[in-house]
Each structure stands twice: as structure tokens, then as C-alpha cells.
């Protein structure tokens, strides 16, 4: 889902940084809670075993106290019952308050029912002890000798201690339990948080990444020639800005486009018109019809008659780059033989072939399209054309033409000095000339490879210039039509 094609979604960043820092935001809120809730188990966990420490400490303070006081009570109580002395009665009523404190104490601490009930035993043997010191004055000496089982109280309480280790042990256990646990709990929401965290972070950066590279593809079509259609870039507010700008930018280009366009029209047909008058009166001295030239004339005019020549030429090319350039369809669609085509290309340079001591090897199979056969033939010349021009005399062309699939594919090879790489960007430029050394003395106007892919996107063809050892190696590729 792109959330600025979305009507429902109404928010839309005023640039790349704030489109920037609301994804680190949000990425990082995940993280952010994930602290937030990790520090609070931890205190949680912290205090519970703060509080446990302290009620281990105080557990087993008390249990040292009661058995140690419970031996010293059931001492005193020992000697009460011999001597009878009121002092030791006195001493005894004291060690009973704090062994009370201390029992109770112990039994506010819950979680262990066993050591409960030792210390419920243990207050019920104290309380009848006490009652029968209370009571040993009234029953004479002879009742006063000796404890029975339930009033005995240092037995009891000696256990008291181990139990209370027991029950820190397992309060210990407990707390490692749980430790163990939110570690677990930790890991996990690790797990889960940093992966949406990234995940966020990857959304916003393909969100970003998606609006410059829309902005690269309207640079590269500006930059590439290809001025139709209106340039809307979709993003943040200034990624948008910058679209409306590159798609202003179209139209002036456009619009210059169209005043080159026109202008290339108008000199040309105003061109044409005195240099066929020239040709026809250089055509006429040379056939010698107004009389008969020394040979110092007839030389001037022959250079008259063959800049003439050259001249209508190059006119005559930018007069068929304005026509493609207007053109949006075929002007004519019939079956054309592709390898027929070649042989008359030949016949054309086949003088300068000659006297460069030049040859063209030639592997053509039979290959019939739906196309318009002028601006066929015009692809072919103009790709032999310059391959015989930047090649080195002696050397040889390829031509090879075969069918594959529902594509014709021509290959047109020399053994020249190739084409550079700053060339290759430019290369099907309109007016662009190539650094390659160049054997013919008339410069080229460099619109015959521009003219070459006009055509064969009338065509829905491509050409493109392949990697080769030596030279320059094109290859056309064109559909043949159903109609073939």
C-alpha cells in the first residue's frame, strides 16, 4: 500500500528529514517501551528480593533468638520448679516476652506451613509451662520435680533454625525461578521489538528511497529525450516541489524543442531551394551545354558540382530528421523484404569500397517485416555508411541478417578504431560528433544514428552497440508483424 496514492490517509510529510525523523521515531518507540518495561520488571523483581533478604535476615535472627531462648526459659523454668524463687519467676516472664516477640515475628513471615506449626506447637508447650509455674507454689514441693513431653520447649525449638534455612533455600530457589523467567520474558520481547523496530526503519527507508528514486527515473527521462508525458513525482512536500519544477522544466524543453524544430524546417527548405539552382547550373556547365571549358574550369566546377552534391545531402538529412521527429506512426506499413535492402545500401558506396580496397562480407537469410521500406533502407545506410567511414582502408564490414523467434536481428560489424566510452552516452544524439578518427574528408551533420533510432522506434525496433574486440559491432533488433 503507498500511503501517498491512499485518500484515507491524509498525512503527508513537508520533506525527506521530517519524513526522516518520524520513521526514527517510531522505530525507536518499540525500543523505547521495551526499556521502559524492562525496567520496571526489574525494579519489581529487584524490591521482591530486597524483601525477601530482609525477611531471610530477620527469619533467621528470630529463629536463633527462639532457640536460645526457648533452652533459657526452659532452664529457668527448671530452677523455678527446684528453688521456688520468685527472681527467677521474674527472669523467666521476661524471656517469655521476647520469645513471644520473636515467635510471632516469625509467623507473620507466611509461606511455610510446616515451620507454622512447629512454632503454633512450640507457643502452646510455652503456655503450659507458664501455667505451671504459676500454679507450682499452690501443689507443695513434691508436684514442683520434672516437664512433662508438651511442656518441654529446647527440643522443639532446636529444629526451628534448620527450618527456617530450609525456608530460605527455597526462597531462593524461588527468586532464581523468576529470574530465570523475565530473563526468558526479556529475550523474547527483544525478539519481537527489535525486529519491528528494523521492520519500521525499512518501511521509512523504502519510502524514502521510493520518492528519490522516482525523482532519478524523471531526471533520467528528461535526460533521455523522453518529453511526452507529464512528470509527477509522489513523496514528501519538497520531493513533490522538485517534480513540478523537472516537469516545468519539460515544457521549456519542449518548447525549445519545438523552436529548434521549426527553425531546422525553415533553414532547410530555405536552403534547398538556391542549392538545387546551384547543382542544376553546375550540372549544366559541367555537360558543358553553355559552351566549352578550359580544363582549369571544368576542374572549379566539378568541386562546385560535388560540394553541391554534399551539401544537398546534409540539407536533405535534416529535412528527414525534422519529417521523423513529426511523424508518430508509419507513414506506410507493407511487406518489406529486410535482405533486398542491403544489396542497394552496397550499390551505393560501392565506388568508395573500391577505392579504399574495402569488402563486405554478407550472411543475410531470408527476413520479410511489416514496415515502411524508405525508412528501412535509410537504417541500413546509414549503419553501413559509417562503418565504411571509421574503418581503415583494407579492412572488412559484416553484415548479417537472421530471424529469431518473431525478431529480425541485424548485425553490422567493422574493424575500425571503436567508439569510446564518453561517445557511447551521446552517441544517438541529434548533431553529436564522435571523437573516433574518421577516414572521409566531409564531416558528418551527426544525425545519421539519431535518424537510425527514430525509425526504429517507429518500427517498435531497438539498436544498440555491443562490446566487441576491435570496432564497432551494432545490432538491430525489429518485430516482424503479424501481417508477415
Same mark, same amino acid.
Given at each position: 500500500?503507498?500511503?501517498?496514492q491512499?485518500?484515507?490517509m491524509?498525512?503527508?510529510?513537508?520533506s525527506?528529514?521530517?519524513?526522516?525523523?518520524?520513521?526514527?521515531?517510531?522505530?525507536?518507540?518499540?525500543?523505547?517501551?521495551?526499556?521502559?518495561?524492562?525496567?520496571?520488571?526489574?525494579?519489581?523483581?529487584?524490591e521482591?528480593v530486597?524483601?525477601?533478604?530482609?525477611?531471610?535476615?530477620a527469619?533467621?535472627?528470630?529463629?536463633?533468638?527462639?532457640?536460645?531462648?526457648?533452652?533459657?526459659?526452659?532452664?529457668s523454668?527448671?530452677?523455678?520448679?527446684?528453688?521456688g524463687d520468685?527472681?527467677?519467676?521474674?527472669?523467666?516472664?521476661?524471656?517469655?516476652q *521476647?520469645?513471644a516477640?520473636?515467635?510471632?515475628?516469625?509467623?507473620?513471615?507466611p509461606?511455610?506451613p510446616?515451620?507454622?506449626?512447629?512454632?503454633?506447637?512450640?507457643?502452646?508447650?510455652? =503456655?503450659?509451662?507458664?501455667q505451671?509455674?504459676?500454679l507450682?507454689?499452690?501443689?507443695?514441693? #513434691?508436684q514442683r520435680?520434672?516437664l512433662?513431653?508438651n511442656?518441654?520447649?529446647?527440643g522443639?525449638?532446636s529444629?526451628?533454625?534448620?527450618?527456617v534455612?530450609a525456608?530460605?533455600?527455597?526462597?531462593?530457589?524461588?527468586?532464581?525461578?523468576?529470574?530465570d523467567?523475565l530473563?526468558?520474558?526479556?529475550l523474547?520481547?527483544?525478539?519481537?521489538?527489535?525486529?519491528?523496530?528494523?521492520?519500521?526503519?525499512?518501511?521509512?527507508?523504502?519510502?524514502?528511497?521510493?520518492?528519490?528514486?522516482?525523482l532519478g527515473?524523471?531526471?533520467?527521462r528528461?535526460?533521455g529525450?523522453?518529453?511526452?508525458?507529464?512528470?509527477?513525482?509522489?513523496?514528501?512536500q519538497d520531493?513533490?516541489?522538485?517534480?513540478?519544477?523537472?516537469?516545468?522544466?519539460?515544457?521549456?524543453?519542449?518548447?525549445?524543442?519545438?523552436q529548434?524544430?521549426?527553425f531546422?524546417?525553415?533553414?532547410?527548405?530555405?536552403?534547398?531551394?538556391?542549392?538545387?539552382?546551384?547543382?542544376?547550373?553546375?550540372?549544366?556547365?559541367?555537360?558543358e551545354?553553355?559552351?566549352?571549358?578550359?580544363?582549369?574550369?571544368? #576542374?572549379?566546377v566539378?568541386i562546385?558540382?560535388?560540394?553541391?552534391?554534399?551539401?544537398?545531402?546534409?540539407?536533405?538529412?535534416?529535412?528527414?530528421f525534422?519529417?521523423?521527429? =513529426?511523424?508518430?506512426?508509419?507513414?506506410?506499413?507493407l511487406?518489406?523484404?529486410l535482405?533486398?535492402?542491403?544489396?542497394?545500401?552496397?550499390?551505393k558506396?560501392?565506388?568508395?569500397?573500391k577505392?579504399?580496397?574495402m569488402?563486405?562480407k554478407?550472411?543475410l537469410?531470408? =527476413?520479410?517485416?511489416?514496415?515502411?521500406?524508405?525508412?528501412? *533502407? =535509410?537504417?541500413?545506410d546509414?549503419?553501413l555508411?559509417n562503418?565504411i567511414?571509421?574503418?581503415?582502408?583494407?579492412?572488412?564490414?559484416?553484415?548479417?541478417?537472421?530471424?529469431?523467434?518473431q525478431q529480425?536481428?541485424?548485425?553490422?560489424?567493422?574493424?575500425?578504431?571503436?567508439?569510446?566510452?564518453?561517445d557511447?552516452?551521446?552517441?544517438?544524439e541529434?548533431?553529436y560528433?564522435?571523437?573516433?578518427p574518421?577516414?572521409?574528408?566531409?564531416?558528418?551533420?551527426?544525425?545519421?544514428l539519431?535518424l537510425?533510432?527514430?525509425?526504429?522506434d517507429?518500427?517498435?525496433?531497438?539498436?544498440?552497440?555491443l562490446d566487441?574486440p576491435?570496432?564497432a559491432?551494432?545490432?538491430?533488433?525489429?518485430?516482424?508483424?503479424?501481417?508477415?
Amino acid at each position: 500500500m503507498n500511503i501517498w496514492q491512499n485518500p484515507r490517509m491524509s498525512f503527508k510529510p513537508a520533506s525527506i528529514l521530517q519524513l526522516a525523523l518520524l520513521g526514527f521515531f517510531l522505530a525507536a518507540i518499540p525500543l523505547v517501551l521495551g526499556l521502559l518495561n524492562t525496567k520496571l520488571q526489574v525494579d519489581r523483581l529487584g524490591e521482591k528480593v530486597q524483601q525477601v533478604v530482609q525477611a531471610s535476615i530477620a527469619a533467621v535472627e528470630s529463629g536463633r533468638l527462639i532457640s536460645a531462648q526457648a533452652l533459657n526459659m526452659e532452664r529457668s523454668a527448671l530452677q523455678y520448679l527446684v528453688l521456688g524463687d520468685d527472681a527467677i519467676l521474674s527472669r523467666y516472664e521476661n524471656q517469655r516476652q *521476647q520469645f513471644a516477640r520473636e515467635v510471632q515475628r516469625l509467623l507473620s513471615v507466611p509461606g511455610d506451613p510446616v515451620l507454622a506449626g512447629r512454632l503454633e506447637a512450640l507457643r502452646d508447650n510455652e =503456655a503450659r509451662l507458664y501455667q505451671k509455674l504459676l500454679l507450682a507454689p499452690a501443689r507443695g514441693q #513434691e508436684q514442683r520435680q520434672g516437664l512433662k513431653k508438651n511442656e518441654q520447649l529446647a527440643g522443639l525449638a532446636s529444629t526451628i533454625p534448620f527450618d527456617v534455612t530450609a525456608r530460605v533455600s527455597r526462597e531462593s530457589r524461588r527468586i532464581n525461578d523468576e529470574i530465570d523467567v523475565l530473563r526468558k520474558l526479556l529475550l523474547w520481547q527483544a525478539l519481537v521489538l527489535i525486529p519491528v523496530a528494523l521492520l519500521v526503519a525499512v518501511i521509512f527507508s523504502l519510502l524514502i528511497a521510493n520518492s528519490l528514486r522516482r525523482l532519478g527515473r524523471a531526471i533520467r527521462r528528461l535526460g533521455g529525450g523522453e518529453l511526452a508525458g507529464p512528470i509527477r513525482v509522489r513523496g514528501p512536500q519538497d520531493v513533490r516541489e522538485l517534480g513540478e519544477q523537472l516537469d516545468w522544466l519539460r515544457r521549456r524543453l519542449i518548447a525549445l524543442q519545438e523552436q529548434k524544430t521549426h527553425f531546422l524546417h525553415h533553414v532547410s527548405h530555405e536552403l534547398k531551394t538556391p542549392l538545387t539552382a546551384i547543382r542544376e547550373a553546375a550540372e549544366l556547365l559541367d555537360e558543358e551545354i553553355t559552351g566549352k571549358l578550359l580544363p582549369e574550369q571544368a #576542374e572549379v566546377v566539378g568541386i562546385l558540382r560535388e560540394n553541391s552534391l554534399q551539401l544537398q545531402a546534409q540539407v536533405e538529412s535534416l529535412l528527414n530528421f525534422n519529417l521523423a521527429l =513529426a511523424e508518430d506512426k508509419l507513414p506506410r506499413r507493407l511487406p518489406v523484404d529486410l535482405a533486398s535492402l542491403v544489396p542497394s545500401a552496397l550499390k551505393k558506396h560501392e565506388l568508395t569500397l573500391k577505392a579504399r580496397s574495402m569488402d563486405v562480407k554478407l550472411d543475410l537469410q531470408p =527476413a520479410t517485416m511489416i514496415g515502411d521500406k524508405d525508412q528501412l *533502407q =535509410a537504417v541500413i545506410d546509414n549503419l553501413l555508411s559509417n562503418a565504411i567511414k571509421y574503418s581503415p582502408d583494407g579492412t572488412q564490414v559484416s553484415i548479417s541478417l537472421r530471424r529469431e523467434n518473431q525478431q529480425l536481428i541485424l548485425d553490422v560489424l567493422d574493424q575500425g578504431w571503436g567508439i569510446g566510452e564518453t561517445d557511447r552516452q551521446h552517441l544517438f544524439e541529434p548533431f553529436y560528433q564522435g571523437k573516433s578518427p574518421s577516414t572521409s574528408p566531409v564531416r558528418g551533420t551527426g544525425l545519421g544514428l539519431s535518424l537510425v533510432r527514430r525509425y526504429l522506434d517507429l518500427h517498435g525496433g531497438t539498436v544498440e552497440l555491443l562490446d566487441t574486440p576491435q570496432g564497432a559491432h551494432f545490432r538491430v533488433r525489429l518485430p516482424v508483424g503479424e501481417e508477415a
